[in-house]
């Protein structure tokens, strides 16, 4: 993986309007967090408005993190979707204080 900085690049009121649009709708939407050694993963329920935000959000946040993995899985049959996020050291951190509440630890 490339040495890239766990540092969002956005500035403050950039970062604020991307809060209060996208990245709100899609944390409401989280039925469960799990903490993974190296980042979160992330479960919702499987719909098309979600998909699309979920891409959309991958879109933005990969101009602007760019430090982040992403694996978004889909899974068969209407069962839950997942993203996860992860990336260096300092990633699992970086991403606790930008979705606020706590995950359950299943590392």
Known sequence: MIDLPVACTLTEPERRLRRE???ERVIARVEERRALDDGVALRFA???VILV???EMIRVERQCCAFLRF???VEPGGQPVWLELT???GTKEFLESMLGGQEEDVT
Do not use: I, K, Q, V
């Open 71 to 73: 694996r978004l899985t």
């Open 87 to 89: 990336g260096p050291p």
């Open 46 to 48: 499987t719909d098309d």
């Open 53 to 55: 935000d979920l891409m």
């Open 21 to 23: 649009h996208l990245l």
